[in-house]
């Protein structure tokens, strides 16, 4: 089952291992804060919004989807 919201074939430098809901909430949406790193992280919805975020050298958060049923992660890095 594919979502809009997935992004294939990243190639990330750096795989975080926390996850998205542990990071502290922000006033922007789609973006929390890391206490491990002390940066902000930008959830990427889009390959456009992935591809700016990583040019600009933020911190990213994204979901993946395997085609093994029934199996969603998200994805940290840089």
């Not at 959830?43 to 989807?65: F, H, M, P, R």
């Amino acid at each position: 089952m594919q979502s809009k919201d997935v992004i294939k074939h990243c190639t990330l430098e750096f795989r975080c291992p926390l996850k998205w809901q542990v990071l502290e909430l922000t006033n922007e949406a789609g973006v929390r804060y890391c206490g491990e790193c002390c940066k902000n992280v930008y959830y990427c919805q889009t390959k456009v919004e992935l591809d700016k975020a990583l040019s600009e050298g933020k911190c990213v958060a994204l979901k993946i989807e395997l085609e093994e049923p029934d199996f969603d992660d998200e994805l940290m890095g840089f």
